[in-house]
Nanobody
Framework: QVQLVESGGGLVQAGGSLRLACAASGRTFRSYTMGWFRQAPGKEREFVLAISWSGGSTDYADSVKGRFTISRDNAKNTVYLQMNSLKPEDTAVYYC????????????????WGQGTQVTVSS
C-alpha cells in the first residue's frame, strides 16, 4: 500500500515557475514508477511525465518537453515536478501516481493516486 500526498500548487503568472512535490508513504517507494498526470475542467486526465524507480529513465508528454522536469529522491520518498515557462493551458489539477509497471503513460495502469493539487496559470 502506498499513500501519496501532493503539495506546491498555486497561482502563477504565465512564464513563471512552480515546483510540485509528492510525498509517499511506505518502504517500497523505490520499487515504483512514479507519474504525474493532470486534469483540466471538462477534459480527461492526461499524462504529463513519468520516472522509473531508479530515476534513470523518464518519459514526457510533448506538450511539456523542455519546460517540465521530473525527479525523485528515494531517500526522502518524494517525487518532484519542476514546471518552468508555465502557460495558461497548463492550468489543471495535478496528480501524482505510482505503479509497478515500467515507465507507463497509461493512467489505468497506475494503482495509487494522490488527492491532487491545483495549478492555475494566469495570462
Amino acid at each position: 500500500q502506498v499513500q501519496l500526498v501532493e503539495s506546491g500548487g498555486g497561482l502563477v503568472q504565465a512564464g513563471g515557475s512552480l515546483r510540485l512535490a509528492c510525498a509517499a508513504s511506505g518502504r517500497t517507494f523505490r520499487s515504483y514508477t512514479m507519474g504525474w498526470f493532470r486534469q483540466a475542467p471538462g477534459k480527461e486526465r492526461e499524462f504529463v511525465l513519468a520516472i522509473s524507480w531508479s530515476g534513470g529513465s523518464t518519459d514526457y508528454a510533448d506538450s511539456v518537453k523542455g519546460r517540465f522536469t521530473i525527479s525523485r529522491d528515494n531517500a526522502k520518498n518524494t517525487v518532484y515536478l519542476q514546471m518552468n515557462s508555465l502557460k495558461p493551458e497548463d492550468t489543471a489539477v495535478y496528480y501524482c501516481a505510482a505503479t509497478r509497471v515500467v515507465l507507463t503513460t497509461t493512467p489505468h495502469l497506475y494503482n495509487y493516486w494522490g488527492q491532487g493539487t491545483q495549478v492555475t496559470v494566469s495570462s
